[in-house]
């Protein structure tokens, strides 16, 4: 049985009248995409649309829940009390959920964004909260998140499958954290030194990390930021790498 890695971007991040991305013209290179919930990105139509043409893309949907944070992008932190963060995640998994089985698709994954993503990839209460989430909305959902990560291991015990991923756009610290994107070298904006960044760690099981050390890295899913400039070349060339690895 050949391996095949997902390629999965953010998308649906369009606000009203603040236009985020190019989804329609990413939604042909990639295999899932995640769609904002409405708290960092995503108005009622936008959702609604990018769950339609992801349908047309044969994309698998998943979606991308977030602290409320339209100002800061969800890229902000906040400390909820557990039942809090547990209904922020019930609405917005549920309202895309149900979106999109009203459409004729069904909901494959959850991934969440940002500060939210970040936090609960160091605090396991955090993770725990949206893992057993998931699994009271639906245990066949896949949850997408941080590589040799102990969220995994939490994961799978709790019977919600879960799918490491790496970022294509990011740099990684010794630790496999992700850079702070406060700090110059966060971004990777140049599409071939992402490509040499994830061949690393498709060919070797490896990632440089910003302090140049070699680091041992599961890759199941790659993802692509659709709100960085170079998305759709980022996209294009990935895909094109996977498709001509057999890996896509």
């Not at 992008?73 to 979106?99: A, C, D, T």
């Not at 990839?121 to 590589?147: F, H, M, Q, R, W």
Request: charged residues 25%; proline residues 3%.
């Amino acid at each position: 049985m050949r391996k095949f890695i997902d390629l999965n971007c953010d998308m649906g991040e369009s606000y009203y009248d603040k236009q985020i991305g190019c989804d329609k013209k990413i939604l042909p290179f990639i295999t899932s995409c995640n769609i904002a919930c409405g708290f960092h990105g995503g108005d009622p139509e936008t959702i609604s649309k990018t769950i339609l043409l992801a349908i047309q893309n044969n994309v698998k949907i998943g979606a991308h829940p977030s602290f409320h944070d339209i100002e800061g992008f969800g890229r902000r932190k906040f400390n909820l009390k557990s039942k809090e963060l547990e209904s922020i995640l019930l609405y917005q998994i549920s309202s895309v959920k149900g979106m999109t089985e009203s459409l004729g698709s069904k909901l494959n994954h959850v991934k969440p964004h940002g500060a939210l993503y970040n936090m609960a990839s160091k605090d396991l209460k955090i993770a725990e909260i949206i893992v057993k989430t998931i699994k009271k909305i639906d245990s066949n959902l896949i949850l997408y998140g941080p590589s040799m990560n102990k969220w995994k291991g939490l994961s799978e015990s709790n019977g919600v499958r879960y799918l490491s991923e790496v970022f294509s756009d990011r740099n990684y610290n010794d630790d496999l954290s992700l850079v702070d994107r406060k700090l110059k070298d966060a971004m990777i904006t140049d599409p071939s030194l992402s490509l040499k960044h994830l061949n690393s760690m498709i060919d070797l099981g490896k990632v440089k990390t910003i302090s140049g050390k070699l680091e041992e890295i599961e890759l199941e899913t790659i993802c692509i930021h659709g709100d960085q400039p170079n998305a759709l070349l980022f996209a294009k060339t990935i895909y094109n790498n996977l498709n001509s690895k057999g890996l896509i």
